[in-house]
C-alpha cells in the first residue's frame, strides 16, 4: 500500500485474487522498484513477487531452503519452514557484487549442507 502524503488517501495497494492467496501474518514487506513496479515479500511462505503499477505479477520466486521451523506458527505437518524475512533487490552492477563469485553452482549443496535435503 502506497500513501499519498497530500490527502493521506491510498495512492496505490495490491491484493491476491482470490484475497486469501496474498496473506503473510508476519515478517514481510514490500520495496518500490526503481522502474515503478513493486517487490513484496510475503515471509512466512518464502514468496517473492514483483508487480508492476498495474497489478501484474512479472516474476515470482519461492524460497527452496527449507528448515527445522520447531514451534514456529506457519511451519508445515512435517516441522519443516521456508519463511524468509526480507527481500531486496540490487542491481546487476551493484558495488556489493564487486569481487565475489556468485556462480551459483557452487550453492548447489546448500539444502544438503541444511539437512534438508
Not at 13 to 34: H, L, M, N, T, V
Not at 62 to 74: E, Y
Not at 105 to 111: E, H, K, M, T, V
Amino acid at each position: 500500500m502506497e500513501i499519498d502524503p497530500a490527502d493521506n488517501g491510498i495512492a496505490w495497494d495490491y491484493r491476491g485474487e482470490p484475497a486469501i492467496s496474498f496473506y503473510s501474518y508476519q515478517i514481510s514487506g514490500a520495496e518500490r522498484q526503481p522502474n515503478g513496479n513493486t517487490l513484496i515479500c510475503e515471509g512466512a511462505t518464502g514468496r517473492f513477487i514483483e508487480v508492476t503499477s498495474g497489478h501484474q505479477i512479472v516474476w515470482e520466486y519461492i524460497n527452496p531452503l527449507f528448515a527445522d521451523s520447531g514451534r514456529l506458527a506457519g511451519g508445515s505437518a512435517s516441522g519443516q519452514a521456508n519463511s524468509v524475512f526480507r527481500a531486496h533487490r540490487f542491481a546487476p552492477d551493484d558495488p556489493a557484487f564487486q569481487g565475489r563469485d556468485l556462480d551459483p553452482a557452487q550453492y548447489g549443496n546448500l539444502n544438503r549442507i541444511l539437512g534438508t535435503a
